[in-house]
């Protein structure tokens, strides 16, 4: 995809005032490389639902790679479900994408049950978020509409009833599946470079 470097480079710069740990690689072909300098062989891993983190083969390098990969398996009951999730607070480096990234470095993220942004905000010593340069806008505004655009396209995805896969709009509704329940922007990390931010120069992700 087109994109504008001068833009990318404006995020970076922001994303370091703010005590974040910004990269930029050109394709997605150069995350694992990258990521393979910053986690350690035989550390705890955990990762929130990303079809970034699928396109770049985050997912398949945690699930196989030499790491005690925090996952519910596939047939856990609700209680051994919810007992992963809680376990993953406790892992060495959480992943997981970004639903916005503003260029003046703010971090945009919504949940629905926030097993997702829950431990980025709070628990393992470090989080990575990996994200294709087209999740920068430049306002608030751009990343809430970014999360409108792209939650009736999950939701639908999931199987939800939520109104919004009928017309692919907001209702800002009160359906029991509704899944724009938390918003979660990272404004500043109080531990510097806790946060790595890897962007990426092509489109990923929805
Ligand atoms: S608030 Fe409800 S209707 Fe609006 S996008 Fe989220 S799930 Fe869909």
Known sequence: ?????????????????????PHFVATKEEVLPLLETMVPAGCTVANGGSVT???????????????????PAPDSTAEEKKAMMRKRFFADVFLLSANA???DGRIVNEDGASTRVAPMIYGPDKVIIVAGVNKIVQ?????????????????KKIGF??????????????HHQRSCCTSAVLNFSRIPDRITVILVGEELGV
Request: charged share 25%; hydrophobic share 35%.
């Open 1 to 21: 995809m087109d994109f504008d470097m001068t833009i990318v480079n404006t995020t970076m710069e922001n994303l370091k005032k703010r005590q974040f740990d």
């Open 53 to 71: 983190l699928g396109q770049t083969g985050v997912i398949d390098w945690l699930k196989n790679g030499d790491f005690n990969y925090l996952a």
């Open 101 to 103: 990234i503003i260029s």
């Open 139 to 155: 306002t608030m505004g751009q990343a809430n509409a970014r999360i409108k655009y792209v939650a009736p396209i999950n939701c």
């Open 161 to 174: 009833e939520t109104p919004c896969t009928e017309d692919g709009k907001c209702h800002d509704c009160f």
